[in-house]
């Protein structure tokens, strides 16, 4: 572990009676206090964030006005150029760089109800790229997967789910999410749930397995053996929660159903009532495959235009809800911040570019081909300041494995008031990031890009590629606090007289394994997507 100069100077000097460690402590705080009440780009950041924001209208615009953003639908072309239009009206130059193409698709009306044993409308939609049925939809009974001795036996079974819509998704014992349980049960019966839930995940786990096909080749068998439909229940562990991704079918409707009206319908059906539903889902499939693209904004940098500080939030979405945690919060704060930083410091030393990356939920395909597309930008980029895990205020920054990272990172962090600053954990110099999210497309080429990471907000649960992403559960102090962290972050990396070093630190070595890890490699982008 790297000593940190500052700790060698507090303790010769606390040795030799030369000044206290508080009083250490304190100078870097007093330092940044002065700098930020005497800094006029600094003081005109914080009043224009928290007295002039825009955050909750252009919110409203994206998440309420476009809506999802998808790759390859007409959404995700809407909202480029929305923020196109945004930029300019701004002031500030922008442009949609296109970098591939995709399967064209756009969701329609989804409608599921229960025709038999009674009527019921059900709470459920098509997921990505389901292919469509027809406006009077399809209509047909409802079957579970039994055990399966073996792939022989599941083959055996297969011609019975012809011109039937098949149930895949375990169902759950219960729909209370786990917190719920741990509050109000006693502690017999939440110990029998997780028994009972564990028993039989793993049971389906094995049901599964059995027929020789996985999550992804299921479906497809499936319909190749004539099923008219499927049916899944993908439950976020959280109330009225489901995530919601892409189909695999290519003839036939896959539709996701709410856990209570799934487990309705299952217990049905194994209790042999024989349920039949109507699905309409229609979706429209384009013959051509649509451009996919990054929108990129940049204020034009006085001293040093050719050498970057890049701001980077991914575009797209899945299109469960509106997209409004993952990654419409990051969207608008990186816009919020580029029109503050062209009203207050609108001449950079260097030039500030915003990446709003496409098909980012396909593997960071829109920043990988940004990063392949533009090397004269990557070998002159200051940092990346990217921003994607949910609504919160940034509670973590680590230094994304880059040796020097606590130097030029501390000193940008001490301009930022404290009332922000004083929550947010550091971790230098950190672990560099393999995946996850934007900023690891940079860090193969050696650029620091450093992930500002948010407080959970039952992220993982309740937002994450869920169907209830949603403009409400946006927490608009959070955002504007991170609006005020990413700006003057932006400035200080900008004003920074050098470029900042890039040495890399020792990986450690692996524990399971005996060896030294490797620093990330590049990954190419997806530049065809979608279109086998």
Request: aromatic share 8%; net charge neutral; hydrophobic share 35%.
């Amino acid at each position: 572990m790297k000593k940190h100069p500052i700790r060698i100077l507090a303790l010769a000097l606390m040795l030799s009676g030369g000044v206290s460690s508080a009083t250490l402590a304190q100078r870097p705080q007093q330092q940044a206090q002065s700098q930020q009440k005497q800094d006029p780009v600094i003081q005109n950041i914080i009043k224009m964030a928290t007295e002039n924001s825009q955050l909750e209208q252009l919110g409203h615009e994206l998440m309420d006005g476009v809506g999802p953003r998808l790759v390859g639908t007409p959404q995700m072309k809407e909202a480029a150029d929305w923020a196109v239009n945004k930029y300019k009206g701004w002031g500030i130059d922008a442009r949609i760089e296109n970098y591939g193409e995709w399967r064209g698709w756009e969701r329609g009306i989804t409608h599921i109800d229960m025709v038999h044993p009674r009527v019921q409308s059900l709470e459920g939609m098509q997921l990505a790229w389901s292919p469509s049925t027809s406006s009077k939809g399809v209509t047909a009974e409802v079957i579970t997967m039994p055990d399966f001795a073996d792939s022989l036996a599941f083959q055996r079974w297969l011609p019975s789910v012809k011109g039937k819509i098949v149930m895949i998704s375990m169902n759950q014992p219960s729909g209370r999410p786990e917190y719920n349980w741990k509050e109000f049960a006693t502690e017999e019966s939440f110990e029998k749930m997780k028994k009972v839930r564990d028993e039989q995940n793993e049971a389906y786990r094995k049901r599964i397995a059995a027929t020789g096909k996985t999550a992804r080749t299921l479906p497809v068998a499936l319909e190749n053996a004539g099923a008219a439909g499927i049916v899944m229940s993908n439950w976020s562990q959280g109330f009225g929660v489901n995530k919601i991704f892409s189909a695999y079918t290519k003839k036939i409707p896959t539709v996701d159903l709410s856990l209570e009206d799934y487990g309705m319908l299952y217990r049905l059906a194994e209790n042999g009532s024989k349920p039949r539903i109507k699905v309409v889902a229609e979706s429209k499939h384009s013959k051509k495959p649509v451009p996919t693209f990054n929108t990129i904004a940049e204020i034009k940098g006085s001293e040093k235009p050719d050498e970057y500080v890049i701001l980077s939030a991914h575009f797209d979405s899945w299109d469960g809800a509106t997209g409004a945690t993952d990654n419409g919060t990051g969207t608008i704060l990186m816009m919020e911040v580029m029109r503050i930083l062209k009203q207050v410091y609108p001449n950079p030393k260097r030039t500030i570019l915003v990446g709003h990356w496409g098909s980012e939920e396909q593997g960071l395909n829109g920043s990988r081909a940004f990063v392949e597309d533009h090397p004269e930008i990557v070998k002159n980029t200051q940092a990346v300041l990217n921003q994607d895990n949910g609504t919160g205020r940034v509670a973590n920054i680590s230094g994304q494995g880059f040796l020097h990272a606590y130097d030029y990172m501390g000193r940008w962090l001490n301009a930022v008031p404290r009332e922000i600053t004083k929550d947010i954990q550091t971790s230098y110099p950190g672990f560099p990031g393999g995946g996850g999210s934007d900023h690891a497309s940079f860090i193969p080429h050696d650029v620091p890009a450093f992930m500002l990471s948010s407080l959970s907000w039952s992220y993982g649960n309740y937002t994450w590629h869920t169907n209830r992403d949603t403009y409400d559960k946006i927490v608009f102090d959070d955002v504007r606090s991170n609006v005020i962290l990413t700006a003057i972050l932006a400035y200080m990396a900008s004003e920074e007289p050098e470029l900042v070093p890039r040495e890399r630190s020792v990986m450690p070595v692996n524990p399971r394994t005996g060896e030294q890890m490797s620093w990330p490699q590049a990954r190419p982008a997806t530049r065809k997507g979608g279109l086998d």
